[in-house]
DNA sequence: GGTTACGGT
């Protein structure tokens, strides 16, 4: 078999693709005995996503490196593995792993080939050593290539290892402590991989951050406070005041914009009753977990959205509509805002107000890194990024909506309202319009039944007490501005 | 946890 986990390195064969990961990140793979026939009985295919226990590296003989799992003798000490050839379920821990290594190797594939671009000309596998930021790469003691320990521990990012020195011992360069592979041969779909460890040199993951650097830049000597809005918090005097600082760089909605558009929003619309609080607050969290997947293909036939980018492709047919499968790349993501009081807000943002929070409309950030740099870079602005950095707390103006949510009596009527006191949906109608705008507009339109729960009341509770009580939050008519703009 | 490893182009 060939298999690959998204690994690059020197000693392997294949440069480029053709129906494999492009990169030097594919092995050679040979079952011996009961592997080879457990392999053929459970109808191993390409694009299989494997676990293999004890694979030995070897060798071949142009010094390329080769796995082997060998068959079990009777008669020798050894014991015998449980389950040496395994096919990995959907919902395994690995998979997530190997989906991410994937991901990133993608990225990386990216970045590496726009860098060959800009230098015109060098050949497709310098460079590796130059991308690197591993966080310490910790060269295991013998360690098995995609196997036996189950250490799951050590996060699924893959340690970059030394170099293999093959002939001698076991590779010395393992892809992980454990790590599952995948099957292919013929039809991978483009660009695989992951980090490439050639020769000690850790390799970038995160293709994100430039954010940090961009923080600290561009600071006007004169003005160090300039630009704050108008809105002045008070703040008990037990908290510490927000950090200042932060920013420098960016220059955020004026209070009075915000206040602007609210009114204007009131005025032509709908809503009575229609809540929206201005905020100074920081991100401390979002959803879902990578920036990539901010924004994602939704059908445009229906209000079907398919899974996160970075876990599967679209299918061809939308499974929503059955129709054939037309789609465009929307945002949708959640903040956890906290601001200056530490109340907490989980806030969804929908495709129009991210696009007008960040400036720049949706797109395929996996297949597009430039898409992806120009989202990295805005939302890095307000402290968002894939790379952890909590020791500057960036505050922001921002407005948010409370959602109103409409009742749904599927529930027998009363129940919830016991429950909550009269004005409060029930949790179906929850469900319901969570993250779908569509659903949120008609809400809007049809103003809700009782009225809202005073300002007061509602900021008073943290997000759980919040959610508990059905309350959602989403962003709207905020802009991230950069000040050289 | 403890143990061993051939062969094929």
């Known amino acids: 078999m060939i298999l690959t986990d998204y690994t690059e390195h020197p000693q392997l064969p294949f440069l480029e693709g053709e129906g494999r990961p492009s990169g030097q990140a594919s092995i ?7 592997h080879c026939q457990t392999a053929q009985e459970i109808d191993i295919k390409v694009g299989d996503l494997l676990y293999l226990k004890n694979l030995r590296p070897k060798a071949d003989a142009d010094n390329k490196i080769e796995l082997t799992m060998n068959g079990f003798r009777p008669g020798s000490q050894g014991f015998r593995p449980t389950e040496p050839v395994r096919k990995l379920q959907p919902n395994d821990p690995f998979v997530k792993s190997l989906r991410l290594r994937k991901t990133q190797y993608e990225l990386h594939l990216i970045a590496q080939n726009n860098e060959r671009i800009q230098q015109n000309g060098s050949p497709a596998n310098q460079g590796v050593g130059s991308v690197s930021n591993q966080p310490q790469p910790q060269p295991q003691p013998t360690s098995t290539f995609i196997t036996h320990s189950t250490a799951l521990a050590n996060s699924d990012l893959p340690l970059p290892l030394n170099a293999p020195k093959i002939p001698i011992s076991p590779v010395g360069a393992p892809l992980s402590s454990a790590s599952p592979a995948i099957a292919t041969t013929r039809t991978t779909q483009a660009p695989l991989q992951d980090i490439l460890p050639v020769s000690n040199t850790p390799l970038q993951r995160e293709p994100s951050s430039p954010v940090a650097v961009k923080r600290e830049l561009t600071r006007q000597p004169g003005s160090p406070t300039r630009s704050r809005s108008a809105y002045t918090p008070t703040r008990p005097s037990s908290t510490p005041a927000p950090p200042a600082r932060g920013s420098v760089d960016i220059e955020i909605s004026p209070t009075f914009v915000l206040m602007n558009k609210v009114k204007q929003a009131i005025r032509n619309t709908y809503a009575e009753g229609l809540r929206f609080v201005k905020l100074r607050a920081r991100v401390f969290g979002f959803e879902p977990a990578n920036l990539i997947d901010f924004s994602g293909p939704k059908c445009t036939k229906c209000p079907y959205k398919y899974p996160p980018m970075s876990e599967c492709k679209p299918p061809r047919w939308c499974p929503g509509c059955g129709l054939e499968g037309v789609y465009k ?14 109340q907490l807000f989980t806030v969804d943002v929908d495709d129009e107000h991210a696009s007008t929070l960040i400036g720049v409309a949706a797109g395929n950030m996996l297949r597009n890194e430039n898409q992806f740099k120009l989202v990295a870079d805005r939302l890095a602005l307000i402290g968002v990024s894939n790379v952890l950095d909590q020791s500057e707390e960036i505050f922001f103006d921002c407005c948010v909506r409370q959602n109103i949510v409409r009742e749904i009596s599927k529930e027998p009527m009363g129940r919830s309202k016991k429950r909550t006191g009269g004005s409060l949906p029930s949790p179906i109608a ?27 009341e509602a900021t008073t509770s943290s997000t759980d007490v919040q959610a508990s009580l059905g309350l959602t939050w989403s962003l709207v008519f905020t802009e991230i501005k950069k000040k050289d703009l």
């Open 28 to 34: 050679i793979t040979t079952l011996w005995d009961e």
């Open 329 to 342: 790349f929307e945002y949708n993501f959640k903040f956890k805002l906290s601001d200056e009081l530490n």
């Open 430 to 456: 929850k469900r319901h319009t969570y993250g779908s705008q569509e659903m949120d507009e008609t809400g809007l339109s049809e103003p809700s039944p009782s009225p809202p729960p005073s300002t007061e």
